[in-house]
């Protein structure tokens, strides 16, 4: 079949997971030409790192598609006949094969539904053990660390009571996640580490397992706390925006002075003690670099080889704040990424990037996919003071206190409110071909930007679009066969 090659298979939507219907397969032969919006709903077609490709969003697999494959569905989708395209009967024959194979879904099928999503279960938790910060970074979300109130530090005794309290309502969930957090949480290294040994004795316990990963700016990153860190297997997101004018233009200490030489000679000290150890040198680029490839590549040439960039979120009238006049070329970054990844990774200089790390062969459950991130149903985030909110984004925000470490959740209805958020509440999202790889977006971004959490975030939708179009190009890139 030349017109359509299956390059990659995701399967995304499992239909032999419990409670979920698989869908009949039923060709085009049988049911005739699929409805334009269906075709548009369901068959993603898009170009990629030169590249023409097609995404069944049912499915999750991914082709490599021709020119006269890519004439026939445009027509399709545009509601036009094809007979006078070449070779269009040969392509609407493929299409067949493909459906009857299941590697290509009838675009009008309804989705599968699982017929319950089950209750919530916490099992991860971000400690803001320290609310408050040594640096003043010009988009921080959190206040430049006080999280809008006052600066104040997680004792010990509220970490442990934390951990206490995910290890007994996670109940049957054996793996676990902590992440402290801040603000800098490297100012509050002694709680850290009292915590850190809290949390293994719980293990000890309970039979359970805890990941952890500690989020810094690496300003106070020393070989003592280097050590601390391998020794106790905690994983490391290191902050650094990239180039030396770039990130010094916006990451600065409090009182204005510039962090970058300190901070990556921190940062390369650290990851050469653990070469296979996990980290990400974790940066955010603003509309100041929207040609953040060049960050991006940047790290790789110092030696970093897990990196990953977030676009910043801030409100319109911000200096930094993404606008639509922004996206070409913050869409340019994300192809040239695409080209210089697969190069590099030919020529043996690989690095991961975060994002383009999609699990091709077997992604998170359907139920996972419709609700996304799990804030305030499968994780929570603790403040200094013991408070409990829905994520570390939330904190500080009127209305979102959950419950505290000592009475655990005593507002349900908050976490159950982020449970209705999932991708068939939301206009913007029931239709959108990224429903499955996105599962509705950030909630503390459209929060932010609506006021709500049922209207994602626009500018947020269109980049991450974009970035799931370059991730599935660079997957593509990698082999053809399917997995």
């Known amino acids: 079949m030349p017109d359509l090659l299956p390059v990659r298979v995701q399967d995304l939507v499992h239909p032999w997971e419990p409670g979920v219907q698989e869908v009949a397969r039923r060709t085009l032969s049988e049911q005739g030409r699929p409805s334009p919006t269906g075709i548009r709903r369901n068959w993603h077609r898009f170009m990629a790192a030169g590249a023409r490709l097609l995404l069944d969003v049912q499915s999750g697999s991914l082709h490599s598609i021709d020119e006269a494959a890519w004439d026939v569905l445009e027509a399709m989708e545009q509601g036009k006949g094809v007979s006078r395209i070449d070779d269009a009967d040969d392509v609407v024959a493929d299409l067949d094969v493909l459906i009857e194979e299941g590697t290509l879904s009838y675009p009008d099928d309804a989705d599968p539904m699982p017929s319950v999503l089950g209750p919530g279960v916490v099992k991860a938790m971000c400690l803001n053990v320290a609310h408050d910060c040594n640096m003043r970074c010009g988009y921080c979300f959190a206040g430049t660390g006080g999280f809008g109130g006052q600066r104040s530090l997680m004792s010990a005794e509220v970490g442990r009571r934390a951990l206490d309290l995910l290890f007994d309502i996670s109940g049957h969930v054996r793996h676990l996640d902590v992440d402290f957090f801040g603000g800098e949480p490297l100012m509050n290294i002694d709680a850290v580490a009292e915590i850190t040994r809290h949390g293994r004795v719980l293990e000890a316990r309970t039979g359970k397992t805890l990941k952890l990963t500690l989020t810094t700016n690496c300003y106070e990153l020393s070989p003592k706390i280097d050590k601390f860190l391998n020794d106790n297997d905690i994983a490391a997101v290191l902050s650094v925006d990239g180039r030396q004018a770039v990130h010094d233009g916006v990451r600065r200490t409090a009182d204005k002075g510039p962090t970058f030489e300190r901070i990556v000679r921190n ?25 953040f490839v060049e960050d991006v590549l940047f790290l790789a040439d110092m030696g970093f080889t897990s990196i990953s960039f977030e676009p910043v979120v801030a409100a319109p009238s911000s200096p930094y704040s993404i606008r639509e006049q922004d996206l070409p070329r913050v869409f340019d970054s994300y192809d040239r990424l695409v080209t210089e990844m697969a190069a590099r990774r030919a020529a043996g200089r690989e690095f991961r990037f975060f994002h383009f790390d999609l699990d091709v062969a077997h992604g998170p ?12 149903r499968e994780y929570v985030a603790v403040t200094p003071d013991g408070a409990l909110y829905p994520c570390h984004q939330f904190v500080g925000r009127e209305g979102f206190v959950m419950g505290n470490v000592w009475d655990g959740i005593t507002r349900p209805e908050i976490g159950e409110a982020f449970a209705g958020a999932h991708i068939y509440a939301k206009s913007a999202c029931r239709d959108c071909w990224a429903r499955y790889l996105c599962s509705g977006g950030c909630h503390a971004n459209a929060h932010e930007m609506n006021g709500t959490l049922m209207t994602p ?19 593509a890139l990698q082999g053809s066969s399917p997995e």
């Open 457 to 475: 975030y626009s500018i947020g939708c269109l980049i991450t679009r974009k970035r799931l179009e370059a991730a599935l190009a660079y997957a």
């Open 267 to 291: 940062m390369l000290r650290f990851v050469n003690t653990r070469p296979d150890g996990e980290y990400y040198a974790r940066g955010t680029y603003t509309r100041r670099n929207p040609d």
């Open 365 to 376: 459950c359907l139920a996972k996919r419709l609700l996304g991130c799990g804030a305030g």
